[in-house]
């Protein structure tokens, strides 16, 4: 009972956590279960997939109804992130635990170090999986630009389908490559990719941050289905763990995009590096013992 | 949750929202449909979950004691016997499978437009689940 209690706990704080910093809480979920509760690093991965694809869901839900969201450019993207999920969902039995640690934390450290480098930059710049806020203001100016009447430009070629109002999708090929690479890192990782993706969609491929950030949401589910699929049917998700873990997540996800706005997030911001960095130290140990 | 309604959007945006709608109205219907399936998939899944993790409380289960394997032949018993596996089982398919219907009714949405390239493209996504599915089955055998 406790320990059930403790894992709806600490679902909450990732998904609390991820929503306030625009991250996905996945990448607090996998070294919770690991660290904090002794699991093999394959299942927290699997956990943290379930995860990702609940906050995904909800969020995605959110954005499209909000029309931020680009549906013909996140499913373009996504059959390449479900290909590299596959892929990577294949790889990652296969591959030993000490090198999945080494690569979690470095990604920990990269999380780390963006995190100190934007740390004078908006609260509105998610780089992950998010929920959206109630009222976001920004959000709100991008959903109301995305709606005014069509440009000139009429939609012909496939490129202007997949494009915007007011901006046009660029090196496609990248955006393709990009995808493949997140989906591999979202199913040896255990977590969205968005990561990798909104980088790609906004400064390789021109899309505007809260359409990408938007997009990649929508994306993280079929992505991570693609790899929790064979998670599930090879033994790596255990259901006891993953249902108070996921519960808690999504509460805690949907808290945060509520208060999001009240919260002075240079404070959490700065808690969260050190607990990254504390983590990623663990992880590290963990990885060359 | 703001699945459903989606936090309360500004008057503008809302406005510029039935603009664009009656600009394209399959579109936005499309994306209406698909955001409403996201919200109830996700509270499917969570409501479902949440049952499960009720019956493990109700049947001194704890959570880091192992959980059963995947087995779709036990899942219709164990629901009937209000086991917790099968309602957990059920909730985690549920969350697994609310991305694939997602794109499946994009796939409906898109063919019933005439967009066969995006009709293509969700089909191929499904493939690829689909593949996903049969591999992990045949290593698992």
């Not at chain 2, 919200?39 to 949440?50: H, P």
């Amino acid at each position: 009972m406790i320990e059930g209690l403790l894992l709806l706990a600490a679902g909450a704080g990732a998904g609390l956590f991820g929503s306030l910093l625009g991250l996905g809480g996945g990448i607090l979920i996998v070294p919770l279960l690991t660290l904090g509760f002794g699991l093999p690093l394959l299942t927290a991965v699997g956990i943290s997939l379930i995860c990702v694809i609940v906050t995904s869901s909800a969020a995605a839900g959110v954005f499209l109804e909000r029309r931020v969201a680009n549906l013909r450019l996140g499913m373009t993207l996504e059959l390449f992130t479900a290909c590299g999920a596959m892929v990577g969902g294949l790889v990652a039995f296969l591959l030993p635990a000490r090198l999945l640690e080494g690569l979690f934390t470095a990604l920990l450290m990269y999380v780390a170090i963006t995190m100190v480098r934007r740390r004078e930059a908006s609260p509105a710049e998610p780089v992950g999986q998010t929920l959206p806020g109630a009222g976001d203001e920004s959000e709100r100016e991008a959903a109301a630009r995305a709606l005014r009447p069509p440009a000139e430009r009429p939609a012909r070629s496939f490129v202007d389908r997949l494009s915007g109002p007011e901006y046009r999708v660029r090196r496609i090929g990248f955006g393709v490559i990009g995808s493949v690479f997140a989906g591999v890192a979202s199913a040896l990782l255990g977590i969205g990719g968005g990561l990798i993706k909104v980088p790609v969609m906004h400064v390789v491929m021109g899309v505007p941050l809260r359409v990408a950030t938007a997009t990649s949401n929508l994306m993280i589910g079929i992505t991570a289905s693609a790899s929790a699929i064979i998670y599930l049917l090879r033994g790596g998700i255990d259901p006891y763990v993953a249902a108070p873990t996921a519960i808690g997540v999504f509460v805690g996800a949907s808290v945060g995009s509520r208060i999001a706005s009240r919260i002075d997030l240079r404070v959490l911001r700065g808690l969260f590096v050190a607990i990254l960095l504390y983590t990623a130290w663990q992880m590290l140990q963990r990885a060359i013992a | 949750m703001t699945a459903s309604n989606p936090g309360g959007l500004s008057g503008s945006a809302t406005g510029a929202a039935s603009a664009r709608s009656s600009q394209d109205p399959g579109l936005a219907g499309l994306e209406h449909s698909i955001a409403r399936l996201l919200g109830v998939g996700t509270y499917i899944s969570i409501g479902l979950l949440a049952v499960g993790v009720v019956l493990m409380a109700g049947h001194g289960i704890g959570p880091l004691s192992g959980g059963p394997p995947f087995d779709l032949t036990r899942l219709g018993p164990d629901l009937i016997a209000l086991r917790p596996a099968g309602f957990l089982w059920l909730g985690l398919l549920a969350v697994v499978a609310t991305p694939a219907a997602r794109v499946a009714a994009s796939l409906v949405g898109y063919a019933r437009r005439g967009e066969r390239a995006m009709a293509a493209i969700a089909v191929l996504i499904l493939l690829v689940i689909a593949t996903s599915v049969g591999l992990a089955q045949a290593l698992q055998g």
